[in-house]
């Protein structure tokens, strides 16, 4: 063997603490898969003297010191697109140091430019963790899926929605109270914004464009809507079309396009069989088809087993570019025009159960040319508001939200009617 | 760009002609991200004159030609453990040349001396394609899934014995009725027993099992029985326990041994869910949890996407250990028994209409200490024998064989006793 492969960590959390243990546990053998010894050399994290459980070296106060040691690897797990985590990084390249990160929205924000840095340096910047956390989901876009082009990505990405979902389908419970049990249990953030919201959801979409149209991660060219919308009964109306609800992640491309956008989508099929936490990514190969790839994508070991692998990656001396192409073969494609996107469309209702409300709704979407392929009205109890809930053929998104404009404005139509495409 | 990176191809059969066609259409990107314009140099297959709807460069007739030829890398896609094949890459890699394989046979059979080659020799032994076709399975085990160890593979990885029992279901035709047709459509082969009969699964698995766990690929430690007896009976069954049965291949770690294993077997959840010719692989990474991987395991493009992949990784220069270790790492870990193996079992019995059968049954059960857990007794019409089936408590494989070897040898009994485990 060489000399030692020496890694620095910078930040202790889950996932920090989680490579630590398993270097610590499986450092031999990992080694020997890297034809080199793997060397905890430094750490920083925000307080020393947390109780860890687990033994740090070459504790330092100041992350940014790390780029400058004698580090191989700077491993970034502080997150965050700017600030501290930002700075490692461009100061870790700069000074010729491999960098594996899990900060999938550092690398959304400014990919190519840090993958430029990379490639100057000749260093690898790699980021298994950044998407779909323990789901080698990365590596199979970046270096196997390579052969006939990439059609689609469409991936279960954030496994707090995944979660709250599932939930609410087993228990018939409200968005707002299965969050609330979400964050006691200590499964959502405080915050829970960025999960719920579906930007983190982008962030990681945008990761998974680029690998597979060899495009610059364009992160502004993704339109995101969130699952706060979702009710116990979309839920269950999904179920009786044989839908599940799930937030997905879907870049395609569409002509000399990509289109590129998060939102609740009814799923058949194997995503809709993502359970609980988990995440799963589909991907149209082209000519050689579909390819699904499911498992834990977020979570201490999944997420420290992809950055493990990673570390091994660079140490064994593989470096293949950060998106899977030089930096300059990234392009810049046009984002197509989401609203022209085609689909079928699930439609949600409530309305005052009085005569013609029906017709009403009906007239507006013959109106935007928006046909209804099946529908199911529903009574609670006398008086209550009536759920309308249609089915559309395959239509434009603008067409349909055209009609649901004019149908809201209808004083007999109680909340923002709802809208969710049917995928797959 | 550095120099040209010269392949050689050995058969051009489906997969061949699919390499040649890819790299045609998609060479000048796929050049791009191996660093280095990739050019065919030389191909060799049976027939020089058969129509094959591409054009060929530098064909010779002699396929060890290309070991001894400037190529870079030898494509050998003729298949077979033995004769040309191993010759070929055997003289390939003694000759410096990187191989590239779809050979599950010859890797199986000589995969350690192989790997040994391959390290002496300074160049890189790639076979994504030998096992799950277009799946990037054995990158993922060979460099994702690495940092917790792996406790078990399971993987449906023959597409012909997948269709042929999606077939048996949605049909509710025979095993040989569903052959015969498979073949006349050409999606078996005339001579059906190395699909059938679990072989070809076996040495899929015995790779798998290498990359999981770090041993020598062992295919004498493979147990293989094939689908040939299974009855739309049986699948009916299944279904009425809410189960698929589908042909595994399963290597697990059983304290300090290994287990490996080709059989059929009742799956619930993503496996029992891959559907018609495609394949699937749940492989259980320990802390990190499970994950799953699926997509089109054989036929042209997929095949093809494999090798690709693997010609583009050999061209950049990256030569990760042929089965991600050391060849001189590789334990040759003893064989569990099998028979000691502990489950739930699946058993059907065809027996008399006559009184005191059933009483007979379980008196044996119960003697070998096989309990039961259900039990559905169905008569087909008066007169006609009388199928017995069983869901057994977990119990370990030689009981269950002692007893009904016991039950087999009553006159009552038609046919031999059927047992299936019941998986996941």
Redesign the interface.
Known sequence: MTDSFKIAIAGLGTVGGGVVK?LAL?GE??S??A?RKLEMVAVSARDKNKARGFAVKGWTDDPLSLAKSDADVVVELIGGEEGIARQLVETALANKKHVVTANKALLAKHGLQLAQAAEKNGVTLKF?AAAAG???IV??LR???????VDAVKGILNGTCNYILTEMESSGRSFADVLKEAQAKGYAEADPTLDVGGGDTAHKLALLASLAF?TVPNLDAVAVEGIERITPDDIAFASEFGYRIKLLGVARRIGNKIDQKVHPAMVK??LA?VPGAANGVLVD????????????GAGE??T???V??DI??AA?G?S??VF???AS?LSRIDPADGKQAVSSWYLRFEVLDVPGVLASIAGHLAEATVSIESMIQRVRAPGAPVSIVMITHECAQADVERALKAIAASDKVRARPCMIPMEA
Chains 1, 2 share one sequence.
């Open positions: 398993a499986r053998e990992l020997r898969r034809g298994e323990g789901i080698p590596k199979a270096e196997g899926l390579i052969a006939h082009g060899g099929g194997a069989n190969a082209g000519e050689a088809g579909s390819f699904f790839f499911s498992g834990r070991a999944p420290a087993s992809a493990i692998a091994v990656e064994s593989v293949s570019p899977g192409r030089p073969d």
